[in-house]
């Protein structure tokens, strides 16, 4: 409560929380940014870097030593795509095309991810904290300041009922596990006034009677 009515909801809520809707902006958007921007501009480059790599320096080598003389990177993106390095040991041109086929667009789809993800997190970041400077500018001034603090004291009052009801709620999950319900401690454990109170009401009742 007295954060919420010093610091107001932007400062003592959005701002903290940033973060966390950074991130899952990025989580959520990631894979469509990816199939949209990012992919089409790596998937030719790769591609022609994993064929360039394959027929240069194993289209000529014996059957029996091409999978061996594979890079580690190549047996790797290999493995995660679920191709058969037995299959590669008879060469030539046409198992190398379905090769190159079969490892670069997983690896473009996976770069591709990471790097969407990696530049939604900035920018979401970015705007998030010229959206939130701007609104706590507004909130700061006249009649709105007080507004900005009485709705920064209940939103704190409400993440503070949540968050002690769940650590109830894992401590409750803990106690009861088989190893230590049937200890001496867990069985003459009453708990105190907050403890009983939160297990007779439910956060939205707290909230109510608050």
Request: aromatic share 12%; hydrophobic share 60%.
């Amino acid at each position: 409560m007295v954060v919420g009515l010093r610091d107001g909801f932007i400062k003592a809520i959005a701002k903290p929380m940033k973060p966390i809707f950074s991130l899952g902006f990025a989580l959520v958007f990631s894979n469509y940014f990816a199939a949209a921007v990012v992919a089409p501009i790596l998937k030719t480059p790769i591609y022609n870097w994993i064929s360039e790599i394959l027929y240069d320096n194993f289209v000529n080598l014996p059957p029996d030593a091409t999978a061996d003389e594979l890079p580690t990177l190549i047996k790797l993106a290999a493995s995660l795509c679920g191709v058969d390095l037995s299959a590669f040991s008879g060469g030539g041109d046409a198992v190398i095309s379905e090769w190159v086929s079969k490892i670069a667009l997983p690896l473009v789809s996976l770069i591709a991810v990471v790097i969407s993800f990696i530049i939604l997190l900035i920018i979401s970041g970015f705007l998030l904290t010229v959206i939130l400077a701007i609104l706590n500018l507004i909130l700061e001034a006249g009649v709105l300041k007080v507004v900005n603090r009485v709705i920064g004291c209940v939103v704190c009052v409400f993440f503070a009922v949540f968050t002690a009801r769940s650590i109830i709620s894992i401590f409750e999950y803990v106690i009861a596990l088989p190893q230590l319900a049937e200890t001496n401690a867990i069985k003459n454990f009453t708990g105190g006034f907050i403890y009983n109170l939160f297990k007779q009401y439910t956060p939205i009742e707290l909230l109510l009677n608050f």
